[in-house]
């Protein structure tokens, strides 16, 4: 079992930025790819984006390309979500989610842990 704990959220005026953290005690941390996923209130959960297992491949959604980068760091098992140039449309419950075994990077069922979520809420 692969527990995940987000944190870093919270309240940003429009063209601001955050950065969410994932972390993890689990030592097989660097041989999951992980990924960030969101959802707004009464919408379906939607792919934020994605990073491999060594970090080297990155995926991001049309809507986040540009504005949000991922990271991790394998040595500590964290993940870091920076958003930049944030907009309302950004508000969401921010999820972060390991995945065993190769799949589609932007499908939710293919993912095999999930963190609890944080708030990121984008308002003047």
């Known amino acids: 079992q692969v527990q995940l704990v987000e944190s870093g959220g919270g309240l940003v005026q429009p063209g601001g930025s955050l950065t969410l953290s994932c972390a993890t005690t689990a030592r097989s941390f660097s041989s999951y790819n992980m990924g960030w996923f969101r959802q707004a209130r009464g919408k379906e959960r939607e792919f934020v984006g994605h990073?491999?297992?060594?970090?080297?491949?990155?995926y991001y959604s049309d809507s986040v390309r540009g504005r949000f980068t991922i990271s991790r760091d394998n040595a500590n098992y964290t993940m870091d979500l920076q958003m930049n140039s944030l907009k309302p449309e950004d508000t969401a419950t921010y999820y972060c989610?390991?995945?065993?075994?190769?799949?589609?990077?932007?499908?939710?069922?293919?993912?095999?842990?999930w963190g609890q979520g944080t708030q990121v809420t984008v308002s003047s």
């Open positions: 990073i491999s297992a060594s970090g080297s491949i990155t």
């Open positions: 989610a390991a995945q065993r075994y190769y799949g589609p990077y932007y499908d939710r069922a293919k993912y095999d842990y």
